[in-house]
């Protein structure tokens, strides 16, 4: 089993900064992917962030130039960012990983943090 825990949420003004953590555990040979999503209240979930293997990034253009997704060195745990932060970034982020399993590749989602931007 494969678990992901999502870390690192809470409440902050405008502007201000918040950095989530993705931590993998489990029976796992390695992640090939690690992405970020957020969904707000009523709204769909959406796509924040991505880091491959390599370390190839990209990201939304909602949040280009304040977020930046990165991995550490085990490749095992990815990190978000987030800078100069607005009402409208508030959701909860959920982080998804592509983990390679001893025979398949499977998906795996984390159970979210809640991120409040308000003054």
């Known amino acids: 089993q494969v678990q992901l825990v999502e870390s690192g949420g809470g409440l902050v003004q405008p502007g201000g900064s918040l950095r989530l953590s993705c931590a993998a555990s489990?029976?796992?040979?390695?992640?090939?992917?690690m992405d970020w999503y957020r969904q707000a209240p009523e709204k769909e979930r959406e796509f924040v962030a991505r880091?491959?293997?390599?370390?190839?990034?990209n990201y939304a253009d909602s949040v280009k130039g304040r977020f930046t997704i990165s991995r550490d060195y085990a490749k095992t745990t990815s990190y978000l960012q987030m800078n100069s932060l607005k009402p409208e970034d508030t959701a909860v982020y959920y982080c998804?990983?592509?983990?390679?399993?001893?025979?398949?590749?499977?998906?795996?989602w984390g159970q979210g943090t809640q991120v409040t931007v308000s003054s």
């Open positions: 489990g029976r796992l040979l390695g992640i090939n992917t």
């Open positions: 998804k990983a592509i983990v390679r399993l001893a025979t398949s590749l499977m998906e795996f």
């Open positions: 880091i491959t293997g390599d370390g190839t990034t």
